[in-house]
């Protein structure tokens, strides 16, 4: 295994940093201030698009796709330095790359699945970063963590689809820029094998029976600039049966090679906010002083910062392990790893931000820290793409499956 750069990647991290000191953390209280000036807060604030106008013409665009057809052509683990550089400004460095979630997985499905009509009328825009999209699987009635329990049905009825459900926690739904949902449900609820009985289908924002009812609130924060957090139900919506994603009852399967690489992409960008947790507890340290001396003087600071920058090394590591096995064994070869990752990850990074937080103070609960929002984010990220203990449960019994 060799995770050394290679040049592109280097070079591609230079350009990348570059950016981001001279456009996208200046824009950081820029992109605040016009949202508040906004007729909607889920409006995109007027900045977003000149980074994304910036970014595009400097070639920083849809780096996350391997295909080269479509993005960058990038592998897995060319593109990990370069997605841990943009989790230093989660809330507006994916935007601005056209590389945030939940669009890239979109974007993966229609790529990889999608009909040439299909790729043709919402890939094309998707890529170009003129429209947004949402994923519609996670539902408040079931334990959606087993996604065999979706109830949402998807009903033949002639040359259409009728779909009826509620979900919730759809990503990117409130943002009217969002004019596409993914939608999985049940097209053969009694059929014989469970991950058999899912599909998934294309509903445009503006068909009848589609309501976007509410933003839900993470911790408290109605996260604008991702587009929210939505409800949304689906009350007698019909779509053409062209609006099929693959085959009846590809769901499951088409979910599971979805979440794959966004699981690692959602690692890669946690590592970057891990960095700036660091930095900022670091520069906080040397400027403030308790009990006479420098904080950053105090044993139980030091400590602190030691633990967070081995495990921050040893976090990059496995990600980069399980980035180069997927280059080089597939998704499925490196399914271990990449549930590991998942499970590490989220909960190691959520307890740097927590110490960061102490090390702050009031100030790192408050809205003029990006602490709290950030550990907000990595926190629902030990629940997002399936919780910590179905990783663990699927981890340990493959584990225990050589012994027996």
């Not at 507006?92 to 009509?117: I, K, R, S, W, Y």
């Not at 976007?212 to 409800?231: L, Q």
Request: charged share 25%.
């Amino acid at each position: 295994m060799d995770f050394a750069f290679d040049a592109r990647t280097e070079e591609l991290r230079e350009q990348l940093l570059a950016f981001m000191a001279t456009h996208v953390l200046p824009a950081e209280r820029t992109a605040d201030e016009q949202r508040a000036a906004l007729a909607s807060p889920w409006d995109t604030p007027p900045v977003v698009e000149e980074l994304k106008a910036e970014a595009r013409r400097q070639g920083l665009w849809n780096l996350f796709l391997p295909d080269a057809e479509y993005g960058a052509g990038l592998t897995n683990l060319q593109y990990a330095p370069l997605a841990e550089i943009t989790g230093h400004s989660p809330q507006l460095a994916p935007t601005a790359l056209n590389c945030a979630a939940p669009d890239t997985g979109n974007m993966e499905v229609l790529a990889q699945f999608g009909t040439e009509a299909q790729r043709k009328q919402w890939l094309t825009p998707l890529l170009a970063g003129e429209i947004r999209s949402a994923f519609a699987m996670t539902e408040p009635d079931v334990a959606s963590s087993d996604a065999t329990n979706i109830e949402t049905r998807i009903d033949r009825d002639g040359d259409d689809y009728v779909i009826n459900g509620r979900k919730w926690y759809i990503s990117g739904a409130m943002n009217p820029l969002c004019q596409i949902f993914i939608v999985m449900g049940k097209t053969d609820p009694d059929g014989p094998d469970i991950r058999r009985q899912q599909s998934m289908v294309l509903v445009p924002r503006d068909t009848p029976g589609l309501e976007v009812k509410r933003a839900m609130r993470v911790y408290g924060y109605e996260d604008h600039s991702h587009g929210g957090h939505a409800e949304v139900v689906f009350d007698n919506v019909r779509v053409p049966a062209s609006n099929l994603i693959g085959e009846e009852g590809g769901g499951f399967a088409i979910a599971q090679a979805r979440l794959g690489p966004g699981r690692i992409h959602h690692c890669m960008r946690l590592i970057g906010i891990a960095e700036r947790a660091i930095e900022l507890m670091c520069r906080r340290a040397v400027t403030r002083t308790a009990f006479g001396k420098p904080l950053a003087q105090q044993g139980v600071i030091q400590e602190w910062i030691a633990d967070a920058r081995v495990a921050v090394e040893q976090l990059r590591l496995l990600v980069l392990k399980t980035a180069w096995l997927m280059d080089t064994v597939g998704n499925k070869g490196a399914h271990t790893e990449i549930q590991a990752i998942k499970i590490a990850t989220p909960r190691t990074v959520v307890d740097i931000l927590d110490r960061a937080v102490q090390l702050y103070g009031a100030g790192g609960v408050s809205q003029d820290s990006p602490l709290a929002e950030l550990w907000a984010g990595a926190r629902t990220l030990r629940l997002a793409d399936g919780p910590d203990e179905v990783h663990q449960r699927s981890l340990a019994r493959r584990e225990l499956k050589k012994y027996r």
